[in-house]
DNA sequence: AGGCCGACTTAACACAGGTTGGCGCACGTT
DNA sequence: AACGTGCGCCAACCTGTGTTAAGTCGGCCT
């Protein structure tokens, strides 16, 4: 089975089967497992690493001195955390595992090594870094000037294209592996509002969400309600 | 007169005379100037140049399709826009001049040829990408977790040191030439809560601003009302 | 089966920040 | 000088979201 990295790059990139190869190595070797609510690499460390989620959601958080936390990215299955790391000083936030997880880690010259004289693979990991800076900035007008029920509604339309791309969404239902309070930092509020605006959403018959499962039960009108243009994905 | 880029990065990367030189051509060829309110990039466009601020104010946002707009990140001068577009699909987002701007248009190649051979001149690239990454996500968890004073406060601390860089500020004086209004589509707030938490950092003896010029009179002061941690921009 | 624990749910209340609308000043235009 | 315009400023009122504090449900361990 391949790595979730290929799968999603396949979409979008011509891949001979050498540099497919190559990508899929670049999840074989050092694989580790973090459990639930650890770091896998903390605010103030210096990282030489990168690391490929291959299993389990993982999240970008940063914690201030008083406990308020803000979660500045989700990382999925098939999500690389920087690509380009190499060139990285100090890190100024944390990765955390929001469940457990599982993480291949991948040292600069591994990655030197799979780019040299395979301007594919390159590709590859320029897509990544675009798209997750696309994001990032999606995120920014969310937490800005999105109300509540849009924010939700967006983030799960972002998710559903995410996970479907590495092919673990099935059809209209998702994992949902994680807490309200995580959403709630995520989104920029709290725990009970998130479950209000759940309520909101469910009641609205645009979602159901039982035992860590997410069933989008309407897809435009969840878009419609989170102002949602899949165009920042750079799907295609 | 150098171009500010070079300014900038001058503090952080040794250059060579010649990879001043490189640098500093960047931002001599189709130099252009735009009208405050005017975009420089459209949001639906394609772009197949990069610009270089040399002058005045703009900022990367988003609009939505009801009127309400969310800016995800101001651009100074010395700022480039995409140090890497190259790579770049279509655009997500539109840029924006503030105040009366000037720009220089980058072509791709011009990049292309002024990264060969000169490592000093990439590594120039990846830090102010890695820099405005690392703003991106700091702006992600004010909006998500600071209060409307911190935020302010946080901002105004971050506008102090990026014009420190480049040579704009003087002393604990910077230029503010925005208005309250843009700073609410910034922070994620309306112009009227802007001013009211402006008068409270005002009251509160910790800044003064008259006539577009921002005073910081208490710089500790804002740092620790903003938590504000320098760390992230790069610095040193 | 029973008990425990973590996560979800709900309700009542509080408050930060949004909304609306009005006033005044500084500038630029004629 | 008169006028218009854009922006800063302010006050009154309103509302979305935060706070606090109880429940409740379901899964897991013994």
């Not at 339309?157 to 479907?164: K, M, N, P």
Request: charged share 25%; glycine share 8%; proline share 6%.
């Amino acid at each position: 089975m391949e790595n979730p990295f290929v799968r999603k790059m396949e979409r979008h990139v011509r891949l001979a089967p050498e540099d497919r190869a190559v990508l899929d190595g670049l999840g074989r070797l050092h694989v580790r497992h973090v459990a639930a609510r650890q770091d896998i690499e903390g605010q103030q460390s210096d990282p030489y690493h990168t690391h490929l989620i291959l299993d389990g959601w993982a999240c970008r958080y940063k914690q201030f001195p008083d406990g308020r936390r803000a979660i500045v990215a989700l990382l999925l299955p098939g999500d690389l955390c920087d690509p380009f790391v190499f060139r990285r000083a100090r890190m100024d936030h944390a990765i955390g595992a929001l469940t457990p997880v599982t993480v291949a880690r991948i040292a600069p010259d591994q990655i030197g090594e799979a780019i040299r004289g395979r301007p594919a693979v390159e590709e590859c990991l320029w897509r990544e870094l675009l798209a997750a800076t696309a994001i990032h900035r999606e995120w920014i007008a969310s937490v800005g000037r999105r109300s509540a029920i849009e924010r939700l509604a967006h983030l799960f339309c972002e998710l559903h294209l995410r996970l479907t791309r590495v092919g673990l969404a099935d059809g209209m239902t998702l994992p949902m592996p994680v807490t309200q309070p995580d959403l709630a930092d995520a989104l920029g509020q709290t725990s009970v509002h998130i479950n209000r605006t759940l309520k909101e959403l469910r009641t609205g018959g645009l979602v159901a969400l039982r035992s860590r499962r997410l069933t989008i039960r309407d897809l435009d009108g969840l878009r419609e309600r989170g102002l949602f243009d899949p165009a920042y994905l750079q799907l295609s």
